[in-house]
């Protein structure tokens, strides 16, 4: 860690020692080091903590500066070195790093550790854990065993640091915040002071320990000006690519957006819609052009791939892919719901603060009706119902332009005929033989065509009659769940 100096400085104005800091003179006795860093790391789990420290050269009481004598470097245990031996009896997430600062003449050595990641720090197979000032074996504390662990398993990608030890002035650099204010429709303060206030409320960026700052994953990724600034996070940057076929052969344009997912959105949607085929109109004698895909469709289709992916997956981005007649947007990760349930499930999401930030900034739907929309503005075009596809642990939604009803597969027509009874359920109506035939634009000669559709819908448990009971030119169906 740089600006060591400026976080002796902090951690010397805490009125004592705390779960995450321990001051000490010359003790450099093996063991207790070894307790110490597992206690500290797993400290600071639970205090929120990015980091726990202990600080040699400082008195524990006045916080005076009086200098060590030692390096730890330097240390053996036997005929080891006291680090490498450290690092052997430490678990694998046991992470730490020492320094030694000279002040006035005077040496402060610094222990810097890693908070625990995954699971507890064990030191010699033994977990400990920081009761005030005191290093007390894990064991002995089971409700507190149990809450680092529930902090453990609930630790989100959105709060780990894409980028840190910079000036406020450089954080600010970084990020778009124009984009932030703007899209929340409330002006910005003149000072950076008051800029980094809203930032850090809404967990953008965060104030380290020595007094410097960070920029969360969840800042970057969605307002970083420059995603590629950021090594962890550049192959997460959204690609566009355009073919010149239905397959993948020729390839017309390739299109990275450079900048976070929320300061380049709508600058998204326009070049998408650029490069999507349109129609020209005429209506009440002016001239208009249609898309050929329902914006709505398109837009809640790609806000939801940003925020459902999984960023564990390394080596993936959000991928929209345009041919003729269709569009593929693609993310890493597996749905979290039954696809079947896609409509009426409630929202769940991997990145949750990624998810209600994004909603609050107006890009994405506000109560978990994505998908909702999604499939009733397919229908209200009269196109083909969104295929949902998981290949490889991933998520694929295609979206179609127009395709006669004769040239839908049968599997195309029934999904569509699932969704539409889906969709009517959901808001408190059935499916019948001539709400099937508006959905998909077919006139009242083509009743017979509809009824075996829904027919082998039954056959293939995704309908169930209403009332198995009625004359069936008055049968009404429902999804086989309801």
């Known amino acids: 860690m740089e600006n060591l100096s400026?976080?002796?400085?902090?951690?010397?104005?805490?009125?004592?020692?705390?779960?995450?800091v321990e001051f000490k003179h010359d003790n450099y006795e093996p063991v207790m080091i070894g307790r110490d860093i597992s206690a500290l790391a797993n400290s600071a789990v639970l205090q929120d903590r990015n980091c726990a420290y202990m600080l040699w050269g400082v008195d524990d009481q006045t916080h005076s500066i009086v200098g060590t004598q030692y390096d730890l470097q330097s240390l053996?245990?036997?005929?080891?070195?006291?680090?490498?031996?450290?690092?052997?009896?430490?678990?694998?997430n046991g992470d730490?790093?020492?320094?030694?600062?000279?002040?006035?003449?005077?040496?402060?050595?610094?222990?810097?550790?890693?908070?625990?990641?995954?699971?507890?720090?064990?030191?010699?197979?033994?977990?400990?854990?920081?009761?005030?000032?005191y290093t007390r074996k894990l064991s002995e504390f089971p409700s507190i065993q149990a809450r680092l662990w529930d902090k453990l398993r609930g630790e989100r990608f959105e709060e780990r640091y894409a980028c840190?030890?910079?000036?406020?002035?450089?954080?600010?650099?970084?990020?778009?915040?124009?984009?932030?204010?703007?899209?929340?429709?409330?002006?910005?303060?003149?000072?950076?002071?008051?800029?980094?206030?809203?930032?850090?409320?809404?967990?953008?960026?965060?104030?380290?320990d020595n007094g410097r700052y960070a920029i969360t994953n969840l800042g970057a990724i969605l307002f970083a000006k420059q995603l590629d600034r950021f090594e962890r996070l550049s192959r997460k940057a959204v690609r566009v690519v355009q073919y010149e076929g239905s397959n993948r052969m020729e390839l017309l344009k390739d299109y990275t957006l450079k900048s976070g997912y929320a300061a380049g959105f709508e600058g998204l949607m326009q070049y998408l819609q650029a490069l999507l085929p349109?129609?020209?109109?005429?209506?009440?004698?002016?001239?208009?052009?249609?898309?050929?895909y329902p914006p709505l469709a398109l837009r809640e289709t790609v806000a939801n791939a940003l925020i459902h992916q999984d960023f564990s997956v390394t080596g993936s981005c959000p991928l929209i892919e345009i041919f003729p007649s269709r569009i593929e947007i693609t993310n890493a990760g597996p749905p979290l719901v039954d696809l079947r349930r896609i409509i009426d499930n409630p929202p769940r999401s991997r990145n949750e603060k990624l998810a209600?930030?994004?909603?609050?900034?107006?890009?994405?739907?506000?109560?978990?009706?994505?998908?909702?929309?999604?499939?009733?503005?397919?229908?209200?075009?009269q196109l083909p119902a969104p295929r949902i596809e998981t290949p490889s642990e991933s998520t694929r939604v295609t979206l179609f332009a127009e395709i006669p009803f004769s040239h839908l597969s049968l599997e195309d027509k029934l999904w569509a005929c699932y969704?539409?009874?889906?969709l009517r359920y959901v808001e408190g109506e059935q499916?019948?033989?001539?709400?099937?035939?508006?959905?998909?634009?077919?006139?009242?000669?083509?009743?017979?065509?509809?009824?075996?559709?829904?027919?082998?819908?039954?056959?293939?448990?995704?309908?169930?009659?209403?009332?198995?009971?009625?004359?069936?030119?008055?049968?009404?169906?429902?999804?086989?769940?309801?």
């Open 164 to 208: 840190q030890e910079l000036t406020l002035g450089e954080a600010l650099q970084f990020l778009d915040c124009s984009a932030y204010f703007d899209l929340l429709h409330q002006p910005q303060p003149t000072d950076a002071e008051g800029t980094a206030h809203y930032l850090q409320q809404d967990g953008l960026l965060a104030r380290q």
């Open 431 to 482: 499916l019948t033989n001539s709400s099937l035939r508006q959905r998909f634009n077919l006139p009242d000669s083509s009743a017979g065509n509809i009824s075996r559709l829904i027919k082998e819908a039954v056959l293939q448990s995704l309908l169930k009659p209403l009332d198995p009971d009625t004359a069936p030119r008055y049968m009404k169906y429902i999804p086989v769940w309801a």
């Open 96 to 133: 730490f790093e020492f320094s030694l600062v000279p002040i006035n003449d005077k040496k402060v050595g610094v222990l810097t550790i890693r908070r625990a990641a995954d699971q507890p720090v064990t030191f010699d197979k033994e977990g400990y854990i920081r009761v005030g000032s």
């Open 76 to 92: 053996k245990k036997g005929s080891q070195e006291l680090e490498n031996w450290l690092r052997c009896l430490l678990s694998r």
């Open 278 to 292: 349109s129609r020209e109109s005429i209506s009440d004698g002016l001239r208009t052009r249609q898309s050929a």
């Open 419 to 422: 969704l539409h009874a889906c």
């Open 6 to 20: 400026e976080l002796i400085d902090e951690l010397r104005r805490l009125p004592h020692e705390t779960e995450w």
């Open 356 to 381: 209600a930030l994004m909603r609050r900034l107006g890009i994405c739907e506000e109560l978990g009706t994505g998908w909702d929309k999604i499939v009733s503005s397919c229908e209200h075009w």
